[in-house]
């Protein structure tokens, strides 16, 4: 496959969003030295998989940007936004993880209530059994 798939992705969104139509045929893909990619139908399925392009379906040559692909040239390319995915993804697992540990202290706080109540039932109980004792005496 592609072993830097994603600088292939840059350059290739770079050319695409410059055409005037932005579309080009998937032959003219190019690699990061400015030659024709080899592999040219696998890399538009990988860009039609990733949502960046259309690739016609009759003959499979033609490949047109999606809007999306469009916003994320325009936004800095397709490394910075794998970047800030990156960082979202970590960003998320971070709150995921603050959230559990939220929900362990909470559950921690119920356990130390309900002790607390079961230990002031108890003294209660010792409480009158005393009473009882000392008034039976």
């Known amino acids: 496959m592609f072993e830097n798939i994603d600088e292939l992705i840059e350059i290739n969104l770079k050319l695409l969003n410059m055409s005037k139509s932005q ?44 809007e999306a692909g469009r916003q994320i040239f325009l936004s800095g390319g397709w490394i910075k936004y794998k970047q800030t995915i990156e960082s979202l993804a970590k960003y998320n697992d971070m709150a995921t993880m603050d959230s559990h540990v939220k929900k362990m202290e909470k559950s921690f706080i119920k356990k130390i209530t309900v002790a607390g109540i079961i230990v002031l039932l108890l003294c209660f109980f010792i409480t009158l059994l005393t009473v009882e004792i000392f008034i039976i005496h």
């Open 23 to 66: 579309f080009m045929m998937r032959i003219n893909f190019k690699d990061e030295f400015g030659f024709n990619l080899k592999n040219s139908k696998l890399f538009a399925e990988i860009l039609e998989h990733k949502g960046l392009i259309v690739l016609e379906k009759n003959q499979g040559f033609r490949c047109d940007l999606t």
